[in-house]
């Protein structure tokens, strides 16, 4: 496959923005899925991204019902109380059975797997988020300079989730 | 296709992968963990014994599963097999690349 039209994936900067189940479980996928290859992965930890690594609130994030035309229940009731808790159980359920961990054993994979985690420092400011409240396996702070500064090199690629 | 492994006619197919387990040696697996560039110590076989247990159990491999195996944790997998894990340790185990995202 490494042609030389064809040159290989070497580096996956991923940049999580979101805090919804299907947009975490995405990255994840994505950052794991890297690893298995040999391919460098880090996690650009931003905005509501960063619900994903605050221990208190990692293991209780919600698929969105609203807004999510995909999941075919109409908008309204999507809207009702304990709809989105209903959604995810049932989300959950289904990828417990194809064997995806849950949020905070995948984020102990992808440490273990040499991913590196980085929280952002500006979304960290705006949200008074404490280093001590995110997770221990957290590889630092960086700003979005230091976070491009380590994207460089040939075959590295950015990607925003 | 066929290929000459530790001087032993094996068929893989066309990544490598032994396509008859039984065709396996340890000698075999010697050399495909040559050309992935790993020397092989008494850990990476004990991670090969398992693999090839799991796939005559039929068991479906993942990362996560090996890890949470007893026999290596998903740090000294890695370790051990840099560059992708679970795909050449099958490799080196002669079972076929297993198809999974996790």
Redesign the interface.
Known sequence: MDTQDNKPVKKMMLILSKATIENVYACF?LA??A????IESEIFFTFFGLEAIQKEKLDHLHVATVGNPAMHIPTMLGGLPGMEALATTMMKKEMDK????PVG?FLE?LA???TKLWACKLAMDMFHIKENNLIDDLDGVLTVGDFYQRAGGEGSHVLFI | MEAILAQKTVNVNEEGYLTDLSQWTKEVGNEIAKNEGIEMTNRHWEVINYLQEQYKNEVALNIRKVGKSGVVDIKEYYALFPNGPLKISSKIAGIPKPISCI
Request: charged share 25%.
């Open positions: 996928i794991n899925g690893r298995m290859e040999g194809l064997d995806i961990p054993e994979i273990a797997s040499g």
